[in-house]
């Protein structure tokens, strides 16, 4: 699943191609990905604006149109490609975007699991419900130990399973929670409220640092990630224990186990991370 510091890579790709550009048609092949009215309702309101900026907020990215705000979360394997019919067809294409200077944005799905949301400017967008329930960017003042200490207090919910929620920070996801856990030598199956101030610290440190390395390296290329026409990030080269099942811890050396934590594959070393 593309996370912050894959989308972060989407979000530039695309603001460098699409700002003024105005939006002449769409189609939409896949009705349940249009999430905040009906598909011709959403067609109407698309036709005519340009793209003022592309942002992100947590997984989302955000398209600034003239008269609204269109987000857009990837799930699983969505991708955007943006080109001439020859270079971008594709089967698994759900929507297309025809601009102005006969290019089209695609959006490609293969589960189908993506979804667009569109609100009128009027609408403050952390007031909607996709953005309601998100935790404060990682960089964010907001994201510091007094505020998540205060949010963990007395909580048995496990850490993994709380750092994937998106309530306590948004944009992680299983691949960079299981990194900053390893990093931060926290079982991922402790309890949040068990947490030492300490070990919190540790949490926002290392969520910051490896969200950086991995935004810096254009994010991590597992399966099917891709960040327009293919390209390819590089911190999967950089992983410490994701992925890494039955081989040598790059601490110990003992071997590095996976398991299952809320349903996700789960990777770390029973010797370096904490049960507490």
């Not at 189609?27 to 990905?33: E, G, S, T, W």
């Not at 609408?123 to 130990?145: H, K, Q, R």
């Not at 963990?152 to 750092?163: D, F, P, R, V």
Request: proline share 3%; with cysteine.
């Amino acid at each position: 699943m593309p996370e912050l510091p894959e989308v972060e890579t989407v979000k530039e790709v695309l603001k460098a191609k699409l700002i003024a550009l105005e939006v002449k048609d769409v189609i939409v092949h896949y009705d349940k990905m249009i999430k905040t009215s009906d598909v011709a309702s959403f067609r109407d309101m698309m036709i005519g604006q340009k793209f003022v900026d592309v942002a992100r907020r947590g997984k989302y990215l955000v398209f600034e149109l003239d008269d609204y705000n269109l987000l857009s979360h990837l799930r699983m394997e969505g991708k955007f490609f943006y080109g001439d019919d020859v270079s971008i067809a594709h089967k698994h294409v759900h929507a297309e975007f025809s601009l102005c200077n006969g290019m089209k944005l695609r959006y490609e799905d293969v589960r189908k699991f993506g979804t667009f949301h569109l609100y009128g400017k009027e609408i403050p967008l952390e007031s909607t419900p996709a953005f309601s329930v998100l935790g404060p960017e990682p960089w964010a003042d907001e994201f510091n130990v007094d505020v998540v200490m205060a949010f963990i207090k007395g909580k048995k919910t496990l850490i993994k399973t709380l750092l994937l929620s998106q309530k306590v920070v948004a944009g992680l996801g299983n691949i960079y929670v299981d990194e900053v856990l390893f990093a931060a030598g926290i079982h991922p199956t402790r309890k949040s409220g068990d947490l030492t101030r300490e070990e919190v610290e540790n949490v926002i440190r290392y969520t910051k640092e490896i969200l950086s390395k991995a935004t810096k390296h254009k994010g991590t290329t597992i399966r099917t990630f891709s960040s327009q026409h293919g390209s390819a990030g590089e911190f999967q080269n950089f992983l410490q224990v994701h992925t890494k099942n039955d081989e040598p811890c790059p601490r110990c050396a003992a071997r590095i186990l996976k398991t299952k934590v809320g349903g996700r594959g789960t990777y770390y070393c029973e010797v370096c991370q904490s049960v507490g």
